[in-house]
């Protein structure tokens, strides 16, 4: 014979066992390193490589001048930044070596403004970095 029709649906049953753990994903990209603070630079000198990352504090009295050396003498990845307090009441200034473009606005200098003020530069494109922060006036 004919079958009949279907009756109503019963209740949920009991809720099963959870299943496996799955397989783990893949490892993220690397966080970004924290700066770490270097021992007080009391004069000139060539940035380098060991200074990517860094947070540079310069206590002399007199005035400091911090140069960027090219890519070619210090191998310096795109996207390296590096931060410097004035604190000392000398200035703090950037200098770029040969071959080396500095980028800060017109009216500005790249110098530390005032005492226990900070900044900083960032690695753009080949020889090119871009100072900013508390700068000085040209």
Do not use: C, M
Request: aromatic share 6%; charged share 10%.
């Amino acid at each position: 014979g004919d079958t009949g029709d279907s009756g109503a649906t019963g209740p949920q049953g009991a809720k099963g066992d959870t299943g496996g753990t799955g397989a783990t994903g893949a490892t993220g990209p690397q966080g970004p390193a924290y700066s770490t603070v270097l021992s007080s630079v009391s004069s000139s000198r060539n940035l380098a490589n060991s200074d990517t990352g860094g947070f540079i504090v310069a206590s002399s009295g007199s005035p400091i001048t911090l140069t960027i050396p090219t890519v070619a003498s210090a191998s310096w990845a795109v996207g390296t930044e590096i931060h410097f307090q004035r604190a000392g009441s000398g200035t703090v200034s950037i200098a770029a070596a040969s071959g080396v473009t500095l980028q800060y606005p017109s009216t500005l200098a790249p110098n530390v403004r005032d005492q226990y003020g900070v900044i900083s530069v960032k690695h753009v494109s080949t020889n090119v970095w871009v100072v900013f922060g508390y700068l000085g006036a040209a």
